[in-house]
């Protein structure tokens, strides 16, 4: 059997719409992430499960988006931790490229993530064969998967502008 695995990013917060770097800090939805966490749950109604980050933006969005099934919060799933720079405003974290093996001071580097993701894979792939697993975290996240199951090397996601779209789809 195979799993198929949805991802998706956390709904919009205030710190998006203001520049600001969350990292492992909670983050609030804004008036438009609640609207948009509304319409995730309307595009992925039939999964068998949810897993998200356990910081308060994901969180809330899988709430908002009441799906009516199992919802598990995995802090392996948290957005990288930009350590001395959570909070801080998202042009303090370029070159991104250059934290792909390097840690942000006090905190981690995107390599960090990748291996907390292929651990968090590792489960799922274990205990949800056959299941659809929708996974709502953060974008480093998705770059992790990218590497993990599409093949790209991190540095060239990191230097990749991000396009959000509504999902990616994965088979594991």
């Given at each position: 059997?195979?799993?198929?695995?949805?991802?998706?990013?956390?709904?919009?917060?205030?710190?998006?719409?203001?520049?600001?770097?969350?990292?492992?800090?909670?983050?609030?939805?804004?008036?438009?992430?609640?609207?948009?966490?509304?319409?995730?749950?309307?595009?992925?109604?039939?999964?068998?499960?949810?897993?998200?980050?356990?910081?308060?933006?994901?969180?809330?969005?899988?709430?908002?988006?009441?799906?009516?099934?199992?919802?598990?919060q995995?802090?392996?799933?948290?957005?990288?931790?930009?350590?001395?720079?959570?909070?801080?405003?998202?042009?303090?974290?370029?070159?991104?490229?250059?934290?792909?093996?390097?840690?942000?001071?006090?905190?981690?580097?995107?390599?960090?993530?990748?291996?907390?993701?292929?651990?968090?894979?590792?489960?799922?792939?274990?205990w949800?064969?056959?299941?659809?697993?929708?996974?709502?975290?953060?974008?480093?996240?998705?770059?992790?998967?990218e590497?993990?199951?599409?093949?790209?090397?991190?540095?060239?996601?990191?230097?990749?502008?991000?396009d959000?779209?509504?999902?990616?789809?994965?088979?594991?």
């Open positions: 059997m195979t799993t198929q695995l949805i991802y998706e990013t956390h709904s919009t917060t205030f710190d998006n719409e203001n520049g600001i770097a969350t990292g492992w800090l909670p983050g609030e939805l804004s008036e438009r992430g609640h609207q948009e966490s509304v319409e995730l749950g309307e595009r992925r109604r039939g999964v068998d499960v949810v897993f998200s980050s356990d910081l308060r933006r994901a969180v809330r969005t899988v709430e908002l988006a009441e799906l009516g099934v199992p919802h598990f995995d802090w392996r799933l948290r957005e990288c931790n930009y350590g001395e720079l959570n909070g801080a405003p998202r042009g303090a974290l370029d070159p991104r490229v250059e934290r792909a093996r390097t840690a942000f001071p006090g905190g981690q580097s995107y390599s960090d993530v990748v291996e907390l993701t292929r651990s968090f894979l590792d489960d799922i792939k274990r949800y064969d056959g299941a659809v697993v929708l996974v709502v975290a953060h974008a480093a996240n998705r770059l992790a998967l590497h993990l199951l599409g093949g790209r090397p991190m540095e060239e996601l990191l230097a990749s502008p991000f959000w779209q509504p999902g990616w789809e994965y088979v594991l």
